[in-house]
């Protein structure tokens, strides 16, 4: 799915600022068929582990590849990094959709 399309999922109404809650967002990936946990709480980045959407100080939220050490911070365009200033607050481990019988075929 493009950005535009899993964006239209979230009600930002004409709001030019996009926030979202933590519970629209499992909605949404679990809508797409992404399984996720509850949010954990962390102020470091060595506690994340997997890929994991996470919000950090200021009010912003980034993709970590904890195996890969990258960063894909939207407000970066130059596109994953292999460090980060910010600090995480929290974050959502994501998994991929469970791989079953059918899909193998």
Partial sequence: MSYD???????????????????????????????VEAPINT????????VAIVHVQR???????????????PAEM??????SDRVPTSYLTVYPPALTTATLR
């Fill in 5 to 35: 399309e899993v964006a239209a999922m979230i009600d930002w109404g004409d709001k030019s600022a996009h926030y979202t809650t933590w519970n629209d967002l499992c909605g949404v990936l679990a809508e797409i068929g992404l399984s």
């Fill in 43 to 50: 102020s470091r980045w060595s506690d994340i582990q997997g």
């Fill in 59 to 73: 009010d912003h939220f980034m993709l970590y590849d904890a195996e890969n050490g990258l960063f894909y911070d």
């Fill in 78 to 83: 130059e596109g994953p990094g292999v460090a």
